[in-house]
């Protein structure tokens, strides 16, 4: 057989997925992600006993938080070198530990408030996303600006914790909004580079959990400004 006809019989390999199929795929993890919160917080919200346990006890609900952000600091790292269901079942744990937390968020807004935010949210997520992933226009600087804003924002937040100043929960939470939509756009651009260069496994799923933390984030600080309290 000569080299032609080897490079004829030879079967073509595949094309390596582009950026955009990665954020496509992205995009479905984040989703899976947002159903698993609101499922959870849905079902526990719904249970007496289950409330009890998770809100009317410290402890449990601490524990809870902490066990997120343990989650949040090692799935980078983790992920990386682990395999798609090991990674996969990580950014579902945490999906899920926060829709346990998020069940308190049914006890002080209306179920319909906060499908209405939820569905605000998701517009808005959905253009500025899209707004990063397409712009030719470099994010970089609105990224740094939005980094350090979500600093003070933080710093903030503890102080008037001691202040409890109804001027300053309204500059937060209206700053809390811009902040995250910036970090939206700018995190899909990032995603895209990353996509476009590789930077090891999971990036779907890595990228998966970067969106669903910008989208949770806005969805609460909007809910703030949208959500209608129960009586």
Known sequence: MNLQQASVSRPLAAPAESAHDILWVTYRWMSLGLAVTGLVAWLVAQSPAELEVVLGNRPVFYGLLLAQLGLVYAFNSVA???STA???AMFFAYAGLTGVTFSVLFLVYTASSIASTFAVSA???AGLSVFGALTRRDLSTVGRFA??????LILASVVNLFLASTALVWITTLAGVAIFAALTAYDTQKLMELYATGGGGNLALRGALTLYLDFINMF???LRLLGRRRD
Do not use: D, E, K, M
């Not at 980094?147 to 003070?152: P, R």
């Open 123 to 125: 517009g808005a997520f």
């Open 80 to 82: 990386v070198r682990a």
């Open 86 to 88: 090991a990674a996969a």
């Open 220 to 222: 609460l600080f909007l």
């Open 147 to 152: 980094t350090f804003a979500l600093i003070g």
